[in-house]
């Protein structure tokens, strides 16, 4: 039976002048001890807050439209509704927040889902906890996250897309890219976040971002991981 959430703050930590704010945290999962264990290992990281945390997916989108997190840790199976729909959801609520799937759950179909539903990382529990407090830090930098035994279902399926676009007997124009945006795009597919990019093509970081936005919005995405399905699809990206 899950408990009523309720936003836990951190104990007042002195920073230093011009310090950046921390990277504000919800936690969503039905089993409370993990959601405390979770919630222990990142309040003890001086740059992440954990500002709530709730037991269903009905409550991680009433929590996420009220406090606007940075970064969502949420499971798939989950009573009232399931992550995967709170996802959907959340995107909407606050269109910001960056959402990682933390689940047990190593269906390819969970996978394809959470990633059309905007999750920017699908992470097995099976990851070592204390790998939680980076894995929040990259995914609110700009990069996607999976884990390596998921990877290798997921570049099958981006296999098959790619054979089935072949064999469509009907081709949809693709939208037109800027050459820029074509290298942005190879980079993000690539799994590099916006400052990586912005060093190797040596161009500023809030131009990649709106670069990264300009390609999402003409290809008619909502996150970087769909974009690298789209770049394997068309064949921007090898893979080997």
Known sequence: MSE???ARGTAAVPRQAGAADPIRVLIVDDHALFRRGLEMVLQSEPDIEVIGEGGDGHEAVQMAG???PDVVLMDIRMPRR???EACTAIKEAAPSAKIVMLTISDEEEDLFEAIKAGASGYLLK????????QAVRAVHGGQSLISPS??????TEFASLAKRSEERSQQVPAPRLTDREMEVLRLVARGLGNREIAKQLFISENTVKNHVRNILEKLQLHSRMEAVVYAVREKLLEIT
Do not use: H, R
């Not at 998921?150 to 570049?155: Q, R």
């Open 66 to 68: 009220d406090l606007l």
């Open 4 to 6: 009523n959430p309720e």
């Open 82 to 84: 399931s992550g995967i």
């Open 150 to 155: 998921m990877a290798s279902k997921l570049i």
């Open 126 to 133: 099976e990851i070592s906890i204390d790998e939680v407090p």
